[in-house]
Antibody
Framework: QVQLVQSGAEVEKPGASVKISCQAS????????VHWVRQAPGQGLEWMGC????????HYAQMYQDRVTMTRDTSINTVYMQFNRLTSDDTAVYFC?????????WGQGTLVTVSS | DIVMTQSPDSLAVSLGERATINCKSS????????????LAWYQHKPGQPPKLLIY???TRESGVPDRFSGSGSETDFTLTISSLQAEDVAVYYC?????????FGQGTKVEIK
């Protein structure tokens, strides 16, 4: 079965960077886009961007494109999201999800807390 | 960008009663190539990842109870819970997968009256 396992919770100071991982199993990793979605406290789901593991092609939401970088390591079926210049507004749970047009499979979520 | 707008923002429904959530897209999400509307519905409970309920506007994901149904086309869509159960308390989101960015609606919080 499809599984996405994310790295653990992170606590960062304002201005720092964080890199979250999402390791996939149970399917052909190169062939499916992986997207990142976040939910800040009291807010809705927000799409951040995606990566196509076969080619490394990425698409980012306009509001994040100067701060986010998505990469992949096909040797270990893992995608990464690095998020730079963090502020307290970036405190959120970050989810990775596999696309089959829609998002049927999700990681468990990674809590990132930004606090001085 | 396609903007997704849900209504209402929240609703309280008695157990066993019907809950109806609306979703409007700023442009048609009908995909000619596969003759389907590229619209999905998700259920999100605290501490869990979102769960896919409906795709193609009206196709229930495997394992989703049949009290959940989706309808609509082009720009106007509805998620209906025919008989609300306690475990249905959650926030529900629509999402278009017609193009990028894959925006969600703002969410509708469903509670028990």
């Amino acid at each position: 079965q499809v599984q996405l396992v994310q790295s653990g919770a992170e606590v960062e100071k304002p201005g720092a960077s964080v890199k979250i991982s999402c390791q996939a199993s149970g399917y052909s990793f190169p062939d499916y886009h992986v997207h990142w979605v976040r939910q800040a406290p009291g807010q809705g789901l927000e799409w951040m961007g995606c990566i196509y593991p076969k080619t490394g092609d990425t698409h980012y939401a306009q509001m994040y494109q100067d701060r986010v970088t998505m990469t992949r390591d096909t040797s270990i079926n893992t995608v990464y999201m690095q998020f730079n210049r963090l502020t307290s507004d970036d405190t959120a749970v970050y989810f990775c999800t596999r696309e089959t047009w829609y998002f049927a499979s999700w990681g468990q979520g990674t809590l990132v807390t930004v606090s001085s | 960008d396609i903007v997704m707008t849900q209504s209402p923002d929240s609703l309280a429904v008695s157990l066993g009663e019907r809950a109806t959530i609306n979703c409007k897209s700023s442009q048609s999400v009908f995909y000619i190539s596969d003759n389907t509307d590229h619209l999905a519905w998700y259920q999100h409970k605290p501490g869990q990842p979102p769960k896919l309920l409906i795709y193609g506007a009206s196709t229930r994901e495997s394992g989703v109870p049949d009290r959940f149904s989706g309808s609509g086309s082009e720009t106007d869509f509805t998620l209906t819970i025919s008989s609300l159960q306690a475990e249905d308390v959650a926030v529900y989101y629509c999402q278009q997968y017609y193009n990028l960015p894959r925006r969600f609606g703002q969410g509708t919080k469903v509670e028990i009256k």
